[in-house]
Structure formats: structure tokens, C-alpha cells
């Protein structure tokens, strides 16, 4: 492949023998800027390291969100009673 070529064989991330391509920002973007010579340990690190940190950012903010929830609760409640009595108004 022209990227492999491109970059003489070297991992870009470790210097070893490439013999993958990857998407340096992980899309659709398939041009040779985006594109970049790795190799097949690197390739696997990077492709889990993004789908875990993901992962990793929704479940903390799933986390939060419950643990915030006892306390928003009161919040929500006031904020719900005052709703309809806006609208009785109408
Ligand atoms: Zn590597």
C-alpha cells in the first residue's frame, strides 16, 4: 500500500515494521494525511485504547449521573410543580 511505502515501513508510533495502515483521527477521512504506517501490536493498542477511553467517559458519566441523582431530585421536583401551575395560569 502507498501509505506503507510512504513511510518507509516504520511504525509512525514505534518504529518497528509496519505492516497496517491506520486513521491517525479515527472517521472517514481516508486521505493520505489522515493515513499513517503502523504496526500490528501499536494498531491494536490505539484501536482499544480509543473504543475504552469511550467506553470509559460513558460509564463514568453514567456513574455520575446516578450518583447525582438523589440530590437533583428535590431540584427536579420543584421544578416540576412549578410547571403546571404555569400552565393553570394560561
Ligand atoms: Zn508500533
Given at each position: 500500500m502507498r501509505i506503507l511505502r510512504r513511510d518507509a515501513y516504520?511504525?509512525?508510533?514505534?518504529?518497528?515494521?509496519?505492516?497496517e495502515v491506520d486513521?491517525?483521527?479515527?472517521?472517514?477521512?481516508?486521505?493520505d494525511e489522515n493515513l499513517q504506517a503502523i504496526c500490528t501490536p501499536c494498531h491494536a493498542r490505539k484501536s482499544s485504547s480509543e473504543g475504552g477511553a469511550a467506553r470509559a467517559r460513558e460509564l463514568r458519566q453514567l456513574r455520575a449521573m446516578i450518583k447525582r441523582k438523589p440530590e437533583q431530585t428535590p431540584g427536579r421536583t420543584h421544578w416540576r410543580d412549578a410547571k403546571p401551575r404555569e400552565n393553570k395560569g394560561f
Open positions: 516504520a511504525c509512525q508510533l514505534c518504529g518497528a515494521e509496519a505492516t486513521h491517525i483521527k479515527a472517521g472517514d477521512d481516508h486521505s
